[in-house]
């Protein structure tokens, strides 16, 4: 099957992009855009359609399946990871990709995420004591612990801007870890960076709502998070 | 562990650039152990890595990690995981070190939990799982997904020190090349990947940087991130290499776009059995041949029956793994992610339909030599993890691979601070990367390839060996790039480590030499890089000291 790739080609962030078009012939019904990008890139010559030589594509890829959120990129305009993709699901053989476009553009379809672990780092999101995962907590916290870091949910939301106040869900689930089981002090800090960074600037358009890679359950671990770090300091309070 | 670093009061004006750091290569569990190590110590490192922790191959990790916790009363004990990994290793790892690793194993898993990794837990003490190679249960896990949340547990406990200013991140950077003079390593050249400029970081260096997947493009299950270039790198650098001959083939793989997918060794430790149709009948043959472990055997073991079986034209040249008779209470608590990916990738639910399978290249045993304490013979440089040559012999067993990554982080980090040099500071920027040297190739280059892959199977012939180490000079007279020489020469590097252990041990079987001869070859191979030439050798191993096992 012959495909038409349209790639987000740029050099660099201070020069202007283009896309390029390149044909690609899969062998198998199974060939994900990850493989494609590593074939194009293992051609002696790069040459798009109208016969232009082109550098190699730059783009970033780890474990090619789907565990590290690393090939995260715009295919036909929606965020998903290229290892994911399969090039027979799009059945018109043509695919559009393109960075995210949320991040700043390090070059072609890479983007600089950051500032997803800037804000980590911003909510405090560790503890000063020791965790401990019981039985009642435990599902939880292996749940949060699956987020990829990929930053497909913060492209799609209409609330989320690299370096301003609201972190996203890329902060709210692995903030659901730490609020499970948290109870000492640092748990009152980060109760508020929650409340502060995640909860105030939410605009529940629920944009994010199945687009997750890894299919984490967001619905459900953000009203747990709310709950722990909002309504029950709330009800202590009132009582 | 108490803080007992001299900056453990004034971290919070931590500048990389005047006071002694530890760079280490790497941020996956080792380099996240390594860190989490120096880090309650008081001691600054900068943790570099192409890409964050979150893209690391750690996360990969599927099956487990062992300790002898004994929470599931089969009286357990630390001995009993030491003489099964040295059995396992067939008797070629240090047994100091592995003692070591089996002895602190229980504390190792305790300080992960400690952190809140969400291990299965059931009367709010770790379950543990059946895995190869033991015949007790030693193996906490989190479904399949365990490598996943070790990691957030401990990138999390990192992030604290992360923004204390101990621990200075350079994501997106990638080793350039080492720093040694007079055989000391002084610091590490490392090259930013989005602004290209190249930084020499002083200070002594961990490498962590994870298997030599390159040489095996798209056949092994590992990330394209660990290539192995930075072992490549050390070894032409000088740093000794050692049993490189070992490459586990994990049992269990299937091929996907550009790579093998793993079914963890968790489906059989949980009742999956393997079998071929032979006379139309399944036949059960792992069970059958070896009665005693049956499909739990360990992995060199049972990939070399599964090879055997898919060459005997009676079963059809198939093999599979059955997991139809897997309760739902197994499926939805223990391998829910398992079976998702399956279905992802093989469009089959593996609760319904056996799963052909066929080992794939999954883990290398052999790496940067190193002695119990994981230094190197470069003084300064230290390795631990896959990219090490540490505790695992000829052959690894299953939940070992993480156990030896947190662990031997920690005592890497311990080796670097009872070393650190108060002298060797600074950073300065020492010039710039070519545009078109940011993305690497995956791999060596088809030719070199081939001849690694079909050398270098489960089953190994002299001539074979001989006629691929032969051709390695030739392919690196005509290769124009610096990484792929580099590449090649660690290719030869393992023909020769194989070609020249003239025996069958563990993961590295010869068809011309299919007995374990332990009076010549229960050695250590080491290869080293000497005036452009490898060269090959067999080192005592050892002896055990009284206090250990």
Known sequence: MKYLLKIWRQRDKDTSGCFRTYAYEACSETTTVAAALSELNEREVLSDIDGNVTDKVIWECSCLQKKCGACAMLINGKPCLACDARLSDYKNGRLTLEPLRKFPLVADLMSDRQIIFENLKKMQLWSESELLADDRSNSVMYEASRCLQCGCCLEVCPNFSAGEGFFGMSAMVPSSRLLAVMKDASADILRKQY????????????ACRNICPAGIDIEGLMSRSNAAALWKCFFKLRR | MKKKGIYSDSHMKVDHRKVPSVNIIGAGLVGLSAALALSRMGIPCRLISPMPSERAQSVMAEGGINAALDTMGENDTPYDHYEDTMRGGVYLADPNAVWALCSRAPETVGLLLSLGAALRTEND??????????????TAYAKSSTGKILMTALTDAVRRYEAEGLVKRYSHHRLHSLCIRNGECLGAEVADLHSRV????????????????????GLTTGSAVNTGDVTALAFVSGAELADLEFIQYHPTTFPIAGKRCLISEAARGEGGRLFALRNGKPWYFMQEKHPVLGDLSPRDVVSREIELVRNDKGCGGKVFLDMTGLEDYVWKNRLSDLREECIRYLRRDPATYPVEVSPGIHYFMGGINVDEHHRTNIAGLYAAGECACQYHG??????????????????????????????????????SLPPDEVMQPVGVRKEAAKLLRDSLGIFRSGKKLEAAADKIPELIGAEDSTLQRNRLRLGQAVLLSALNRRESRGAHTRTDYPETDDEHYRKTTVAVFDRNEVKISFRDIPEKRGGAG
Do not use: H, W, Y
Request: proline share 2%; aromatic share 6%; glycine share 16%.
């Open chain 2, 394 to 431: 000829a052959n690894r067993l299953g939940g070992n691979s993480m156990l030896g990554a947190v662990f031997g982080g920690q005592v890497a980090a311990e080796s670097a601070a009872s070393e650190l040099s108060e002298k060797n500071t600074g950073e300065k920027e020492a010039g």
């Open chain 2, 198 to 217: 190249i930084t020499e970081l002083k200070g002594s260096v961990i490498l962590a940087s994870g298997g030599m997947n390159s040489l095996f493009p």
């Open chain 2, 125 to 138: 003490r770790p379950v543990l799982r059946n895995f190869g190679g033991q015949k007790k249960k030693r």
């Open chain 1, 195 to 206: 409340a502060k960074f995640i909860f105030d600037g939410c605009g529940r358009s629920l």
